[in-house]
């Protein structure tokens, strides 16, 4: 009996220590088989770990907080068999049910073996809600974990980023190991995670718990692999796609295609496309033009001498400015490598110190070249567990991350730090009017790179059996290049016809107004956007989560959020002044947000409540200016800060109920319902924007004083378990979106004032369902399908 005391003391200091928002609850009862009494004081073991509890006097236990992943739990009880029962999943923040039923025995050796089954219907979930596993990720057929959101029900791949149930890109939460990786000038995810990192990702698309603030639409959980303490182990993964075309049909450079034709066809280049050989319908299909003949005319017809052109030199000359070359000669790859274990020599005077690294590098070429010819991204990351005592644990995180693109932006609009990926929009530039400049002009967009990196460390102290906290401490910045490509060479050195020299037009920067032969602009308004802006976001957090009863799970928490935005942005243009715009401004927002949350979990009711508080303060000041004041005009703009009058700008309070129902009907079918109040921060841009032209003229103004973006959230939903083999899930939604900012144009009647203003003017009704059938057992065929349907108003 000596002996027994202190291992049910050990197993109740023991039990889990995991991160927050990270781990899954493990709990049920024991009893004698025999007679169905409660055994009081039996110890409960997830072998592998050294989490574990002992059962209270009716028998029942909880171990709290235990990392996802497949387990054996073990059951010991003086008298009784050993129980053992194997394939336990365990999911985060859901709670897996084991009840033991011990047989006496009065030889010891005996041993009773069960092997649990997955629940296809998981009662205690009251939202939409996706578990994935790592190794149902290796079966996808998927790069990135982007790739793996995609293919769930209501998630789509947007421009800016993922889309949830008609939720902008800035309205989901990332989080990694419970840490944040969302970039704060936008409030934009950066899904920095290399699959071979990751142990579960878990995507839920409505009914947030209130420990989660600054989210709308959607929040993506990732928990990543732990270093073994006792043994090294990695994977590699490269994927590879040998150069060619992106799209159907001809090369886009071909003398043939859309922009080529016309100047390059013998039937018509000559004479023009309306004198040649092209019936009306051929004519239609590609651009005008006059014919060569006709522009050598011109040259010869004209009083200077240096350009005169034969035909067939003028069409020599359309080649040299035409001559890029923009097929694709590179290959796309991905190459995704992860590796862990012991740290060498300190792992053992280190609290079983070990570490996991992985590393992620991937190139995609453009449809055709930019500034840029791909996307290119690579990123690392080193996470180091080490228990310090056996009630502590503490998890450094670090991650570093660069992104090679192009910057969208035109002459109108500062970079906010956007670049281009989608191989649809880019194909889309080429409809406009400057299609062929696009195509043929290497520097008609800017290039950029971001480079983004985060240090974090959380620390979790284990209370009791019951009661553990998690404090964790966080810094992300993320800095920005945005840059003109080297300046054009105008030596004219080459001679594309004899005798008739030109430059290396449209290779180089040329910021002035320069055509070619056939019209194509080759300088002006091009690589106009810059950004050297760096932003940091330091985050504190502090969780306490507690047992306090079989029916309650209390969770308890504060977060406190710093920014430092310092925005240098702008577009330059040596020809023209009011292509001349900046950006700059250096703010210092922070918020506070507060929640408790109750998970209340009855026989044929688990309900998830709470409430949260959010405090958002732009800490700033807001020019007291009335509509068409003159310091929003030309000269007077540039003494705004200097000059015009200031007022405090008011922080804000917002108080956030939330509510999950899920009410299992039988063993094999559930209802479930979720409501609340969700609020983020607005763009940075739309709080703090200050832009003006060269000349002083402000053509945009934030409003630091704007309201915080709401969403009132409902979900009525239907699981059902078909056949021991498929889970039916049925999803009804509907969201109330208010306060999305906009811009508001104002035009004074003599136009000396001309700017756009932010303001709270935009809303949203977005309603939708969504039907999955998801086959979760079976050693050959495993899978789901999915069908998503919604209807967006604003």
């Known amino acids: 009996m000596s002996k027994i005391v202190p291992l049910i003391l050990l197993l109740a200091l023991s039990s889990s220590f995991m991160l927050g928002g990270t781990g899954g609850v493990i709990s049920g009862r024991v009893t004698d088989a025999e007679n169905g009494s409660p055994l009081v004081g039996a110890t409960v073991i997830v072998e592998g770990t050294s989490l574990g509890t002992v059962t209270d006097a009716e028998g029942y236990y909880s171990i709290l907080n235990v990392p996802p992943g497949t387990y054996t739990v073990t059951f010991n009880m003086i008298g009784y068999a050993k129980y053992h029962v194997k394939n336990v999943r365990v999911v985060i923040d859901l709670t897996t049910k084991i009840d033991a039923s011990m047989e006496p025995v009065v030889i010891e050796a005996k041993e009773v073996l069960v092997v649990a089954e997955r629940p296809i219907v998981t009662k205690d979930v009251s939202a939409s809600q996706m578990n994935i596993e790592a190794k149902a990720v290796e079966r996808l057929p998927v790069q990135t974990v982007s790739q793996v959101l995609t293919l769930q029900a209501g998630v789509e791949q947007g421009r800016e980023g993922i889309i949830i149930r008609g939720g902008s890109a800035n309205q989901t939460v990332f989080m990694v190991d419970g840490l944040s990786l969302n970039d704060e000038r936008s409030n934009i995810p950066y899904p920095a995670v290399s699959l071979s990192s990751v142990k579960e990702i878990q995507i839920q698309t409505g009914g947030f718990n209130a420990e989660y603030g600054n989210l709308r639409s959607g929040l993506v959980n990732i928990v990543t692999r732990e270093g073994d303490p006792m043994r090294y182990s990695g994977v590699v993964s490269v994927q590879y796609r040998p150069p060619g075309p992106k799209h159907f049909g001809p090369s886009l450079y071909d003398p043939y295609s859309y922009f080529n034709r016309p100047y390059m066809d013998p039937a018509v280049c000559w004479t023009g496309t309306k004198n040649g050989a092209w019936d009306q319908y051929t004519q239609r299909q590609y651009p005008q033009f006059e014919g060569w003949i006709p522009v050598s005319r011109a040259t010869l017809e004209d009083n200077d001498p240096s350009n005169d052109l034969t035909p067939e030199g003028a069409r020599r000359i359309y080649e040299w400015q035409h001559r890029r070359a923009g097929d694709i000669t590179k290959p796309d790859y991905v190459v995704d490598v992860g590796f862990g274990g012991p740290v060498p020599f300190l792992a053992q005077q280190l609290g079983k110190l070990r570490f996991y690294i992985s590393h992620f590098r991937q190139r995609d070429m453009f449809i055709y070249p930019l500034s840029r010819d791909s996307y290119d991204e690579n990123y690392t990351q080193l996470k180091l567990t080490s228990d310090l005592t056996r009630s502590m644990k503490l998890t450094l995180s670090g991650l570093y991350g660069e992104i090679y693109s192009v910057s969208p932006y035109d002459w109108t609009v500062t970079p906010t730090g956007r670049v281009l990926r989608d191989q649809e929009e880019i194909a889309d530039l080429l409809n406009s009017t400057s299609g062929n400049s696009i195509l043929y002009m290497p520097g008609y967009y800017s290039p950029t790179?971001?480079?983004?990196?985060?240090?974090?460390?959380?620390?979790?102290?284990?209370?009791?059996?019951?009661?553990?906290?998690?404090?964790?401490?966080?810094?992300?910045?993320?800095?920005?290049?945005?840059?003109?490509?080297?300046?054009?060479?105008?030596?004219?050195?080459?001679?594309?016809?004899?005798?008739?020299?030109?430059?290396?037009?449209?290779?180089?920067?040329?910021?002035?107004?320069?055509?070619?032969?056939?019209?194509?602009?080759?300088?002006?308004?091009?690589?106009?956007?810059?950004?050297?802006?760096?932003?940091?976001?330091?985050?504190?957090?502090?969780?306490?989560?507690?047992?306090?009863?079989?029916?309650?799970?209390?969770?308890a928490g504060l977060q406190v959020v710093y920014n430092d935005y310092n925005i240098n942005s702008s577009t330059q243009s040596p020809s023209m002044s009011t292509w001349t715009r900046s950006m700059i401004y250096r703010v210092?927002?922070?918020?506070?947000?507060?929640?408790?949350?109750?998970?209340?979990?009855?026989?044929?009711?688990?309900?998830?409540?709470?409430?949260?508080?959010?405090?958002?303060?732009?800490?700033?000041?807001?020019?007291?200016?009335?509509?068409?004041?003159?310091?929003?005009?030309?000269?007077?703009?540039?003494?705004?800060?200097?000059?015009?009058?200031?007022?405090?700008?008011?922080?804000?309070?917002?108080?956030s109920p939330r509510l999950?129902?899920?009410?299992?009907?039988?063993?094999?079918?559930?209802?479930?319902?979720?409501?609340?109040?969700?609020?983020?921060?607005?763009?940075?841009?739309?709080?703090?924007?200050?832009?003006?032209?060269?000349?002083g003229l402000v053509t945009y103004i934030g409003d630091p004083a704007l309201e915080l973006e709401r969403t009132i959230a409902y979900e009525l939903g239907y699981a059902q378990n078909l056949f021991n083999m498929f889970l039916l899930n049925i999803a009804a939604y509907y969201k109330d979106v208010s306060n999305q900012p906009g811009w508001i144009f104002y035009q004074s009647i003599n136009n000396a004032v001309q700017y756009y203003r932010a303001a709270n003017n935009n809303y949203a009704d977005i309603r939708g369902f969504e039907i999955t059938v998801t086959k979760l057992t079976g050693d050959w065929i495993r899978g789901f399908v999915n069908y998503t349907y919604d209807v967006r108003t604003s």
Not at 588 to 603: H, I, S
Not at 626 to 652: L, T
């Open 449 to 555: 790179a971001i480079y983004h990196s985060m240090v974090g460390a959380k620390l979790t102290h284990v209370i009791s059996s019951k009661t553990f906290y998690e404090v964790s401490l966080q810094y992300n910045a993320n800095r920005y290049n945005t840059y003109k490509l080297p300046d054009r060479d105008t030596t004219k050195k080459y001679q594309p016809v004899p005798g008739y020299f030109v430059d290396e037009a449209p290779y180089g920067y040329w910021g002035y107004a320069v055509s070619g032969i056939d019209g194509m602009s080759m300088g002006g308004w091009m690589n106009l956007g810059r950004d050297q802006s760096v932003n940091s976001t330091t985050s504190f957090r502090f969780d306490l989560t507690s047992q306090v009863s079989r029916e309650h799970q209390l969770k």
């Open 588 to 655: 210092f927002p922070y918020r506070v947000g507060a929640y408790v949350q109750d998970k209340l979990e009855f026989e044929g009711l688990i309900a998830n409540l709470g409430v949260r508080l959010d405090y958002s303060n732009p800490n700033t000041e807001s020019y007291a200016l009335s509509a068409y004041d003159r310091y929003y005009s030309q000269g007077y703009g540039k003494r705004i800060e200097s000059e015009a009058p200031r007022e405090e700008v008011k922080s804000q309070l917002v108080f």
């Open 660 to 695: 999950g129902i899920s009410h299992p009907i039988t063993e094999n079918s559930k209802l479930y319902f979720n409501y609340g109040h969700f609020y983020s921060e607005p763009m940075s841009s739309y709080r703090f924007r200050l832009q003006r032209e060269s000349n």
